[in-house]
T-cell receptor
Framework: DADVTQTPRNRITKTGKRIMLECSQTKGHDRMYWYRQDPGLGLRLIYYSFDVKDINKGEISDGYSVSRQAQAKFSLSLESAIPNQTALYFC?????????????FGAGSRLTVL | AQSVTQLDSQVPVFEEAPVELRCNYSSSVSVYLFWYVQYPNQGLQLLLKYLSGSTLVKGINGFEAEFNKSQTSFHLRKPSVHISDTAEYFCAVRESIQGAQKLVFGQGTRLTINP
């Protein structure tokens, strides 16, 4: 099994629908992140969490929300999806104690909003 | 805020040729720098990192990068590429704001290896 698992891997939805992307990890890492990848823009940080009670906005948090249900689980929600949220979304984890911000990534969730 | 610029969006090279992927970062007192690789339909994985010490850093799959503080660069090189090196490569810098440390990524460089 993968260290960082994202579900679903692919999702097509319609404008205005609520969408949840889920991420779970078996690394035992305390830090979790959601990034968005768009062609030509690289990866941009949406939200990050350094432990269960810590949630922080990244550079592009508008239109998104997150929940850290447990140390191993970090979900990303789009309350009312819009077409410009069509992108590839990555969950990542890191360990403050040993990682120096070395991230372990999931395989990605491709979201298409029609 | 830190920023990273990857100077080439696409780099086509022939198999067994050398390659250099360029990365410049905004200056800071101290920097941690990273190169990640994304193979088709996969997540990103760490290729190499510079934290301190020797400015020449060796990574996986024969890649290496050189930290140049005066030019604020961290270019990635490989002396002889394989078809299997076809992927997108991302340069990243660690940013610290009010004690919170995060990675800031460049725009990515798509490396295409032609036979």
């Amino acid at each position: 099994d993968a260290d960082v698992t994202q579900t679903p891997r692919n999702r097509i939805t319609k404008t205005g629908k609520r969408i949840m992307l889920e991420c779970s990890q078996t690394k035992g890492h305390d830090r979790m992140y959601w990034y968005r990848q768009d062609p030509g823009l690289g990866l941009r940080l949406i939200y990050y969490s350094f432990d269960v009670k810590d949630i922080n906005k990244g550079e592009i948090s508008d239109g998104y929300s997150v929940s850290r249900q447990a140390q191993a689980k970090f979900s990303l929600s789009l309350e009312s999806a819009i077409p410009n949220q069509t992108a590839l979304y990555f969950c990542a984890t890191s360990d403050y104690g040993t990682g120096a911000n070395v991230l372990t990534f999931g395989a990605g969730s491709r979201l298409t909003v029609l | 805020a830190q920023s990273v610029t990857q100077l080439d969006s696409q780099v086509p090279v022939f198999e067994e040729a050398p390659v250099e992927l360029r990365c410049n970062y905004s200056s800071s007192v101290s920097v941690y720098l990273f190169w990640y690789v994304q193979y088709p339909n996969q997540g990103l994985q760490l290729l190499l990192k510079y934290l301190s010490g020797s400015t020449l850093v060796k990574g996986i799959n024969g890649f290496e990068a050189e930290f140049n503080k005066s030019q604020t660069s961290f270019h990635l090189r490989k002396p002889s590429v394989h078809i299997s090196d076809t992927a997108e490569y991302f340069c990243a810098v660690r940013e610290s704001i009010q004690g919170a440390q995060k990675l800031v990524f460049g725009q990515g460089t798509r490396l295409t290896i032609n036979p």
